[in-house]
């Protein structure tokens, strides 16, 4: 397994493809239609990392980073959030991605990594909770999608800990 910097124009439409049935299958995803493939390389573009795993023959999943919250205070954290195609669920392509991810974020001056997980999700919780996350607590009812309301539980990470006085992060989106 090759985990690698996306490309847009390249993995853009594999990336919308592995996250399709998130969005149609499950209430993993809280949007009701997959986005295109133009859709994906824009959001390719707008996040401060984005990686894929590659098989050898094509991405088989992906991890990406991108902004938390618009005000400036918050230009020190990150969302993140991962998606594998199915066949690689179970194979350790979620840990590759965030551990890389997770050093990168960390490199361009990231401070604090956030993540939503809808409940029920033992496979996301786990994968969270063995990279070092957080639970700091659950937003309920927050999402309606198949007919049901749902839960999403929020991870943190603090990629620092213990250190103090932030500079800047080196981010490529303008804060």
């Known amino acids: 397994m090759h985990v690698r910097d996306a490309n847009p124009e390249h993995d853009a439409n594999a990336c919308a493809s592995i996250y399709a049935p998130y969005v149609t299958d499950t209430v993993i995803s809280f949007e009701y239609e997959p986005p295109s493939e133009r859709e994906m390389a824009e959001r390719m573009r707008a996040a401060y990392v984005w990686l894929v795993a590659d098989d050898g023959q094509r991405p088989v999943g992906y991890a990406y980073g991108s902004r938390h919250q618009q005000r400036a205070a918050y230009r020190w954290s990150a969302d993140v959030a991962i998606y594998i195609d199915r066949d690689y669920h179970r194979a350790g392509v979620g840990r590759a991605l965030y551990a890389q991810l997770f050093e990168r ?67 490529k989106l303008a804060q």
């Open 105 to 171: 974020l960390r490199d361009v001056g990231l401070w604090t990594l956030c993540a939503g997980v809808t409940q029920p999700n033992a496979a996301s919780d786990g994968l969270h909770r063995a990279m070092g996350f957080t639970e700091v607590g659950v937003y309920r009812r927050i999402g309606f999608k198949a007919g049901a309301w749902q839960d999403v539980r929020w991870w943190q990470l603090d990629l620092r800990p213990g250190e103090s006085d932030p500079p800047a992060p080196e981010l």
